[in-house]
């Protein structure tokens, strides 16, 4: 505690003995003695007092800059050893939503290759941060930085750019889920939208990076022709998700059209797999069967089970890194364009849907548990009937070409799901 503050506010009051006690109280006699010079003594006890509390409030306005987790020497020692490129031809990497299911596994294949990596994450409390935080020790423990900030923070990713002269971004934070939409819309405003803000920098930085980013094959919405081919209409949104990620579309089209940004949109196609999201219905129906738990169901019109192109992490890192290995460069620089970008949009899905029931047999099967089903009649609540990719351009201009079907890559899941949360042969270890 300072001297200040004990004056003010004296905390133990034996302990503001002075030593040089005599001389001091004669002279706090002769002061106090008439009252005019107490008049003023008070006078300044009242400016100390205002001054003091003035300069706390500027302290707490200011916290949020002094106590910020980024910044200073130390920290740009970390950006720069974990951007580090380790191998001839590689690049450096900016992962934004870097601790969440897809960015974790597309770190770790960059990283694992000798690509430098940085990530990005704000650990919102979307669903359980535990896991986001569980998958950044996973990350830490590789040599993979992760700053811990929101993309719609400019000034934080102006400086990461500033230490880092980043070739690729690879964009993937972002508020997901469909239903939740209704309950929270600004946030998939915030974060959906606040893709500008990363585009703003990374327009001005010099030089541009290419940016490959996380789209969504939720942005076919209402269609019904499938298999859902790229060059499909996609004006009609069933969910504000989908309408936020199809904005990004357009939002990063105007940024390579006017700066020479070169972009890459990949439509996620049910994206499954080990340290998977638990707000997704595999996931969530894997806990609730173990935990005896019913699960539900939802049944599209006239009695028609619901089916998605389910898609192995594995195959999406696959096709995230081809994106960026044919990521041509951006033209622009500084904020200026000199010439035509590319702009790619490309499915990543199995080209093979699975009907809802059909998935949960096979978690049955793998849990060794019998589901207790719960079917109902699906709201309208942004949930389209089925998903379908049709996969030929980035088979062709990606190399893309996903090799594991739903009974393998549940399989895995289960495998980590139990091992994670301590489950062994189906009973609580811990
Ligand atoms: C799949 O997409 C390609 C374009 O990449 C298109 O030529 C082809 O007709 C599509 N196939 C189907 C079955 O829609």
Not at 123 to 128: A, E, I, K, R, S
Not at 241 to 246: E, G, I
Not at 289 to 309: F, H
Not at 331 to 357: D, E, M, W
Request: positive net charge; proline residues 4%.
């Amino acid at each position: 505690m300072s001297l200040l503050e004990e004056e003010l506010f004296p905390s133990t009051p034996g302990k503001f003995k002075i030593d040089r006690g005599h001389t001091m109280s004669r002279h706090f006699h002769r002061c106090f003695a008439s009252t005019s010079t107490m008049f003023l003594w008070a006078l300044f006890l009242i400016a100390l007092t205002a001054s003091y509390l003035s300069f706390q409030s500027f302290i707490d306005s200011g916290s949020k800059y002094f106590s910020a987790s980024w910044g200073g020497i130390q920290w740009e020692k970390q950006v720069r050893n974990s951007a580090q490129i380790q191998r001839s031809g590689g690049m450096s990497v900016l992962v934004t939503g870097a601790a969440g299911f897809v960015g974790t596994h597309v770190s770790l294949a960059l990283k694992k290759r000798g690509d430098g990596v940085i990530g990005l994450d704000n650990f919102n409390n979307y669903y359980d941060p535990s896991l986001k935080r569980a998958r950044k020790s996973l990350l830490n423990k590789r040599g993979i930085y992760i700053v811990e900030g929101d993309v719609n923070d400019a000034r934080l990713l102006t400086k990461l750019f500033d230490v880092v002269a980043f070739t690729h971004v690879m964009h993937l934070a972002a508020q997901a889920g469909v239903r939740y939409a209704m309950k929270n819309p600004h946030s998939y405003v915030h974060s959906n939208i606040g893709l500008v803000t990363l585009l703003e920098v990374c327009k001005s930085a010099n030089p541009q990076p290419a940016i490959v980013w996380a789209s969504s094959s939720s942005v076919y919405g209402l269609n019904e022709k499938v298999p859902f081919s790229e060059s499909d209409r996609t004006d009609q949104p069933a969910s504000l998700y989908a309408a936020t990620k199809k904005a990004g579309e357009e939002i990063t089209h105007t940024y390579n059209h006017i700066y020479g940004l070169s972009i890459t949109g990949l439509r996620f196609f049910t994206v499954y797999g080990p340290w998977g999201r638990p707000d997704m219905a595999y996931f969530s129906f894997t806990r609730n069967i173990l935990q005896g738990k019913p699960i539900t169901i939802y049944r599209g019109k006239n009695g028609v089970d619901l089916a998605r192109d389910f898609t192995f992490i594995d195959d999406i890192v696959k096709g995230c890194v081809g994106s960026l290995d044919t990521a041509g460069k951006s033209t622009g620089s500084g904020g200026k364009k000199r010439g035509p970008a590319q702009y790619r949009i490309f499915n990543l899905g199995n080209t093979s849907p699975v009907t809802v029931p059909t998935l949960v047999s096979i978690l049955e099967k793998h849990l060794k548990m019998k589901a207790k089903r719960n079917i109902v009649d699906m709201p309208g609540n942004g949930d389209v009937p089925f998903t379908h990719a049709n996969i030929s351009l980035p088979r062709r201009e990606l190399g893309y070409k996903p090799t594991t079907d739903l009974q393998t890559g549940l399989k895995k899941f289960v495998k980590w799901y139990l091992a994670y949360y301590g489950y062994n042969r189906g009973k609580v270890v811990n």
